[in-house]
């Protein structure tokens, strides 16, 4: 399910950081990463938990352990034992550092461009947006390195040791050649190699998604979704776009476009899309179109101001509007359509809405929990929560930073089990299949 590794860029300062997977891997490394994915994903533990769990000798273990704290990676405190267990002596604990870790993130579409820092831990530590209208590739390319290099020093002069650098595409993307294939809103934006530009300018990773992507996994990972293991995010702006995150994962698809709601068709007779089909969710959803339809206008009329109408409209629905919150029934309707076929297509326990969705809250929440069951089976609908976004704009760099994060501390496979660990006793059980 997960998707592959796009990653590119030697890093002068974070490339010490990461697994050489798919590289010949010493012995050191091997047990290095193994002990980092064994308490990212068991928690904090004691050098002993540690050795049980790795098999890794504890005198190995010490220096690894060693070697980790010097490069900032992991952290030791000192735990008081629990009241009445019986034991005397204060317990070291080792646990990844994820606060002194962090993602740089660039975003762009024809209207902005934003830089910011969010550490592992999951806060935005830095941010800064320029609005600057799309003027052509070139200039987009210069001012996104430009905005990286900013947000990687904002991060080195937070303290914070900065893995990797994330780029939010408005269109849709090759993950795995790291480049953006094409985004409509910026005409002349194709097939550009956002990852190699970036990675040659900053000399760390870069990994390239859908904005939309990221939002979905930030949001699953630090949101609405946390703790939750196969979540769907759908989101409102002008289109609609959305994104699949199961076990921790975004779901990619062939190029990393799963996910990929708004041109999903929900009638066959419905408003034209911009994508030249007729009835996708977005045309059905346009905020211009329910703006139209709450005003008595003809749909397909252009709505001047669309964004602000709409906020009127959403308000006058929240403030018990009865034709606003028809116009929006409806479109809970057509969601419930969409949703429903994704409901019983991936089987998620989490739906979460997000964008303009959150504004409109309660007025569109009830009629598409109330329209669900007419569109997916009953077996697979129970227990679907559809819950609102909480993160907002934030969701973008914290989707970035929660891929670095469980990229840069994923288990070593079996592959990379270097020849002397291979044919002797077992490493242990986390590097293990299962
Ligand atoms: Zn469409």
């Not at 900065?162 to 408005?170: L, Q, T």
């Not at 989101?235 to 921790?248: D, F, M, N, Y």
């Not at 206008?297 to 929240?318: C, I, K, Q, T």
């Amino acid at each position: 399910m997960g998707r592959k590794s796009a990653g590119a860029g030697a890093g002068a300062g974070a490339d010490g950081l990461w697994f050489p997977a798919g590289r010949k891997v010493t012995k050191p490394q091997y047990n290095r990463q193994l002990v980092c994915a064994t308490l990212h994903r068991e928690g904090p533990s004691s050098r002993v938990g540690l050795h049980q769990a790795t098999g890794i000798p504890l005198s190995r273990l010490s220096e690894i352990c060693g070697e980790l704290i010097r490069d900032g990676l992991v952290r030791e405190s000192v735990v008081a034992p629990a009241e009445g267990s019986g034991r005397g002596r204060p317990q070291a604990l080792l646990e990844i550092e994820l606060r002194g870790l962090a993602a740089a993130v660039v975003r762009y579409d024809q209207s902005s461009i934003e830089a910011s820092v969010a550490d592992l831990a999951g806060d935005v530590r830095w941010r800064r947006r320029w609005d600057v209208p799309f003027r052509g590739p070139d200039d987009t390319l210069r001012r996104l390195v430009t905005a990286a290099k900013q947000a990687v020093a904002a991060g080195s002069a937070e303290g914070l040791r900065v893995a990797a650098v994330g780029a939010a595409d408005p269109g849709t993307v090759d993950v795995a050649a790291g480049r953006s294939v094409r985004a409509v809103s910026m005409p002349g934006w194709r097939n550009v190699p956002v990852v190699e530009r970036l990675a040659k300018a900053t000399g760390l990773r870069v990994f390239i998604d859908r904005g939309d992507g990221w939002q979905a996994l930030g949001e699953v990972m630090f949101g609405a979704g946390r703790g939750v293991q196969h979540a769907v995010f759908a989101t409102l702006l002008e289109g609609i776009g959305g994104g699949i995150v199961e076990s921790r994962r975004l779901l990619a698809g062939r190029d990393g476009s799963a996910g990929e709601l708004g041109h999903t068709r929900v009638s066959d007779d419905g408003p034209a899309c911009g994508c030249g089909g007729r009835g996708c969710l977005e045309a059905h959803l346009a905020p211009a179109r329910l703006v139209a339809l709450w005003r008595g206008e003809p749909p397909e009329a252009p709505v001047r101001d669309a964004d602000r109408r709409f906020s009127e409209m959403l308000a006058a629905a929240r403030g018990g509007d009865a034709g606003a919150r028809g116009v929006l029934a409806e479109a809970a309707g057509r969601l419930a359509r969409g949703l429903g076929n994704v409901v019983s297509l991936l089987n998620p326990e989490r739906i979460i809405l997000g964008g303009r969705f959150v504004e409109a809250g309660d007025a569109i929440l009830a009629p598409l929990n109330a329209e669900l069951p007419g569109y997916a089976l009953p077996e697979l609908l129970r227990g679907v929560d559809v819950r609102l976004a909480e993160l907002g704009e934030a969701s973008t760099p914290l989707g970035v930073a929660a891929h670095v994060r469980e990229l840069l501390f994923a288990p070593p496979s079996a592959a990379d089990r270097p020849p002397a660990l291979a044919a002797g006793r077992r490493a242990g059980r986390a590097g293990d299949e299962p």
